[in-house]
């Protein structure tokens, strides 16, 4: 009898220990925690997050230098998966912000775990990219209305194919000194497939920025953007918000002139990065608003150099300026408040 007695002790004791150890409840995960041990979908007590993405260390450091972002005191931030999800607010709003690195598979990644793991009530976008329409400016920021992803491809056979379903780039057309055939015939852009919730997949090529949202930032008001890099470097023009025009993504940093005018000629497209496709695309799986802003750092291949600087970091602190100012119509319950006038359309 002492002997089962001794065992049974054990065994809760062992019960016991299991319990402490494994049970999440037991002590609140630490900032340093594992994507494993967070098995809750954190919410703050103030209301849903807005998160809040970039891609690059220039883009971080313009929000970090701003001083806008207060940490949680408690729960600062979180490492998932190689990134630092940081915890706090902006004014009164909730606010998870991350920086993804750069590139889609980068991006889509960690816009997904932040869905997974925190309340979000919509993911606020923002970076740099370069122009390809004259009418954008160095230092603008482009609010786009819709995205491609314009690295799928189907490359054809030879130069000889027949007419493809979609637009093609044929780099014959660029041999020089004249057109004629070529070996690397052409490209056919083919649309992208989109999965959502209680949906079929659909191909489509562009992907739509939240309707509502994009409403909702076309009336900001007063956006303060950077002219000068310093006090002797500045943009002969003074910044501007552009909407609704139409962005491009893909794993290319352009540089090259002649890329950026077939695809502003044959799509209309203003600006290319390398994330902002992959951002809207999971928002739009995950049926959450997803919104851009993007600071024109460089003309792809364009420009004169007309500074001796870098734009980066100014077009970081425009793009971010503007994101700001729309993270600023969100109250601490993270609903929208209702601006009492609104921009048109450019």
Request: glycine share 8%; charged share 15%; with cysteine.
């Given at each position: 009898?002492?002997?089962?007695?001794?065992?049974?002790?054990?065994?809760?004791?062992?019960?016991?220990?299991?319990?402490?150890?494994?049970n999440?409840?037991?002590?609140?995960?630490?900032?340093?925690?594992?994507?494993?041990?967070?098995?809750?979908?954190?919410?703050?007590?103030?209301?849903?997050?807005?998160?809040?993405?970039?891609a690059?260390?220039?883009?971080?450091?313009?929000?970090?230098?701003?001083?806008?972002?207060?940490?949680?005191?408690?729960?600062?931030?979180?490492?998932?998966?190689?990134r630092?999800?940081?915890?706090?607010?902006?004014?009164?709003?909730?606010?998870?912000?991350?920086?993804?690195?750069?590139?889609?598979v980068?991006a889509?990644?960690?816009?997904?775990?932040?869905?997974?793991?925190?309340?979000?009530?919509?993911?606020?976008?923002?970076?740099?990219?370069?122009?390809?329409?004259?009418?954008?400016?160095?230092?603008?920021?482009s609010?786009?209305?819709?995205?491609?992803?314009?690295?799928?491809?189907?490359?054809?056979?030879?130069?000889?194919?027949?007419?493809?379903?979609?637009?093609?780039?044929?780099?014959?057309?660029?041999?020089?000194?004249?057109?004629?055939?070529?070996?690397?015939?052409?490209?056919?852009f083919?649309?992208?497939?989109?999965?959502?919730?209680?949906?079929?997949?659909?191909?489509?090529?562009?992907?739509p920025?939240?309707?509502?949202?994009?409403d909702?930032?076309?009336?900001?008001?007063?956006?303060?953007?950077?002219?000068?890099l310093?006090?002797?470097?500045?943009?002969?023009?003074?910044?501007?918000?552009?909407?609704g025009?139409?962005?491009?993504?893909?794993?290319?940093?352009?540089?090259?002139?002649?890329?950026?005018?077939?695809?502003?000629?044959?799509?209309?497209?203003?600006?290319?990065?390398?994330?902002?496709?992959?951002?809207?695309?999971?928002?739009?799986?995950n049926?959450?608003?997803?919104?851009?802003?993007?600071?024109?750092?460089?003309?792809?291949?364009?420009?004169?150099?007309?500074?001796?600087?870098?734009?980066?970091?100014?077009a970081?602190s425009?793009?971010?300026?503007?994101?700001?100012?729309?993270?600023?119509?969100?109250?601490?319950?993270?609903?929208?408040?209702e601006?009492?006038?609104q921009?048109?359309?450019?």
């Amino acid at each position: 009898m002492m002997m089962m007695m001794m065992m049974m002790g054990n065994t809760l004791l062992l019960l016991f220990l299991a319990c402490f150890f494994i049970n999440p409840a037991s002590a609140p995960p630490t900032m340093d925690a594992p994507l494993h041990s967070i098995n809750y979908h954190h919410r703050h007590p103030d209301g849903q997050f807005l998160g809040l993405l970039m891609a690059y260390p220039t883009e971080e450091r313009v929000l970090q230098s701003s001083g806008v972002f207060v940490p949680d005191p408690l729960t600062p931030l979180f490492h998932l998966a190689g990134r630092r999800f940081n915890i706090g607010k902006i004014g009164n709003v909730p606010v998870v912000y991350v920086m993804s690195g750069e590139q889609m598979v980068n991006a889509a990644i960690t816009v997904q775990i932040l869905v997974d793991t925190f309340d979000i009530l919509g993911v606020v976008h923002y970076g740099t990219a370069g122009s390809i329409n004259s009418s954008l400016s160095l230092g603008d920021v482009s609010v786009p209305a819709s995205v491609a992803l314009t690295s799928s491809w189907k490359w054809l056979q030879d130069f000889k194919s027949e007419a493809a379903q979609s637009p093609e780039l044929k780099f014959g057309d660029y041999n020089l000194p004249r057109q004629g055939p070529n070996l690397l015939a052409a490209v056919e852009f083919t649309p992208t497939q989109v999965y959502s919730n209680g949906l079929p997949m659909k191909e489509t090529f562009w992907l739509p920025v939240d309707p509502k949202w994009f409403d909702l930032a076309t009336q900001l008001q007063n956006v303060q953007l950077e002219q000068c890099l310093n006090k002797t470097d500045c943009l002969p023009e003074t910044p501007k918000v552009v909407y609704g025009l139409l962005g491009a993504t893909a794993d290319v940093f352009l540089d090259n002139v002649a890329y950026g005018q077939y695809l502003f000629q044959t799509f209309n497209i203003s600006t290319v990065d390398e994330e902002s496709a992959a951002v809207i695309m999971v928002c739009s799986s995950n049926e959450i608003p997803g919104i851009v802003f993007r600071g024109i750092s460089d003309m792809a291949g364009g420009e004169h150099k007309l500074l001796s600087g870098s734009l980066s970091s100014l077009a970081a602190s425009n793009a971010l300026s503007a994101a700001l100012k729309f993270i600023g119509m969100f109250d601490d319950e993270g609903q929208q408040t209702e601006p009492q006038q609104q921009w048109p359309l450019i």
